[in-house]
């Protein structure tokens, strides 16, 4: 693509050194450029793109896009927020794809992957050939990709859907989520659905408020040609009476005659969302029930993990306050014996929320073991402190041996819910991201049970 086509898209405040450039690719990583790209130097909150802007014309941009000029030998397009640029700059280059496929996204606090799972088998089912891009997973025509940020960054969005409608998808299914939003990651994506699932504390470190939550999901149903709104969720309620003609469901209402392998009450609401979404997209039911039959387990999400012991263990990726409430009701009803939770909040993240997460589990399990999460750059001991509170709640920091414990405590009946990274297979500690998957440990802890003594 010329430069002046973009140059028409964007807008600038000025250009320096010329138009009559062709760019081959779009580039922000100054250490990912391909040669041909434009780059954008993007200020972040640590590091500002235009202090890389060097190193990404020696590895081959031929264009930058910068709020200040810069003395290099390249054209220059000035605008006032490259961030806000980029997404522009992004549905221009890849022929704003979204105008062909047809993308369903699921916003909201909980309940996001799962829908996301159910709604792509749904899709399948009604021969539909869904892309994916959710945290567990991506899939792009029928190839899987490596998963990165939960929402991708608008180069690598409009990309990925180019990709999709280039491998031959039909549609799309993605998570949309309110720090996207408000970075505007997702600006210029058309929504032919957009769900709502809920709205509970979370994140709060970077939005402030939970007013300030709920307008970075809000503002994302400007781009939605059908909302599909949870309105048994208070702020789904609200975002239902502000948004005309939204088509609305109740995470509490049965699924009447559909059949649905996971487990959990919080799970039918997730299959409501996705039979809501699919109709809005004109599947017929028979498709639907297909498709949400076929799900039998979502990596991490209420995930069993049986090695033959005589009670139940389930890894779940709840990290949140509301998200512990649903895991831990639901293993309440699961369970014959006791239920026994092991938690831990991540560092570095919405600090409020760890004495209600404290909170949440001391009423609702019956031994509640805190460990360590993803502390990041934070003391483990500091963050189980804050979690703990006042309560009457054991202590081990080394995670491990806290899952460990739990198995060993289990008899039968008992239902051991590992909660907080799910999927993830890495524990990140000062600034090093070890390998550690929940899943995995808690199957060698259970065949070293099993085994002979």
Do not use: W
């Not at 062909?100 to 916003?107: F, G, W």
């Not at 549609?171 to 709205?199: I, P």
């Not at 139940?312 to 006791?338: F, I, Q």
Request: proline share 4%; aromatic share 4%.
């Amino acid at each position: 693509m010329q430069l002046e086509r973009l140059i028409a898209a964007l807008a600038p405040t000025d250009v320096v050194g010329g138009a009559a450039v062709e760019i081959r690719d779009l580039a922000y990583d100054a250490r990912e450029v391909p040669r041909g790209s434009l780059f954008f130097c993007i200020r972040g909150a640590i590091a500002d793109g235009h202090d890389f802007a060097a190193d990404a014309v020696g590895r081959g941009a031929v264009a930058l896009v910068v709020e200040r000029p810069l003395d290099l030998d390249v054209p220059q397009l000035v605008v006032p927020s490259v961030r806000a640029a980029m997404p522009r700059a992004a549905v221009e280059f890849f022929g704003d794809p979204t105008a062909q496929l047809p993308v369903t996204a699921i916003t909201g606090t909980n309940g996001k992957t799962t829908t996301a799972f159910l709604l792509r088998s749904i899709l399948s089912a009604a021969g539909r050939r869904p892309g994916l891009l959710t945290n567990v997973e991506r899939r792009v025509g029928t190839e899987a990709r490596a998963v990165g940020l939960n929402t991708p960054e608008s180069i690598d969005l409009q990309r990925l859907f180019r990709q999709m409608l280039d491998g031959g998808n039909g549609s799309c299914v993605m998570e949309a989520t309110s720090m996207a939003s408000v970075k505007g990651r997702l600006d210029g994506t058309r929504f032919a659905v957009l769900v709502f699932t809920n709205l509970t504390q979370d994140h709060l470190d970077f939005h402030g408020t939970m007013d300030d939550y709920f307008e970075a999901k809000r503002r994302l149903f400007t781009q939605a040609g059908t909302a599909v709104i949870n309105v048994g969720d208070a702020y789904g309620a609200r975002l239902a009476a502000e948004i005309p003609g939204a088509l609305t469901f109740r995470s509490d209402d049965d699924l009447r005659g559909i059949e649905l392998k996971l487990r959990g009450q919080f799970n039918v609401g997730n299959a409501l969302a996705a039979a809501a979404a699919a109709r809005a997209l004109g599947v017929d039911e028979a498709a639907i029930k297909q498709g949400i039959a076929a799900v039998e387990r979502v990596p991490g999400r209420f995930d069993e993990v049986d090695e033959g012991q005589p009670f139940t263990v389930l890894v779940d990726y709840a990290h949140t306050p509301g998200a512990l409430e649903s895991a831990l009701g639901a293993a309440r009803e699961l369970a014959r014996g006791r239920v026994i939770c092991v938690f831990g909040a991540g560092g570095d993240r919405d600090r409020d929320k760890r004495p209600l997460m404290g909170r949440v589990v001391a009423e609702l399990a019956d031994v509640a073991i805190v460990t360590s999460d993803n502390p990041r750059s934070e003391d483990p001991a500091a963050i189980a402190a804050a979690v703990v509170g006042g309560l009457d709640l054991d202590v081990e920091l080394d995670r491990r041996r806290a899952i460990e414990r739990a198995l060993d405590a289990a008899s039968d009946g008992d239902v051991v819910v590992i909660a907080g990274k799910g999927h993830e297979q890495g524990q990140e500690i000062a600034g090093q991201k070890l390998p550690f998957d929940d899943r995995e440990v808690v199957r060698d802890a259970l065949r070293r049970l099993k085994a002979p003594a």
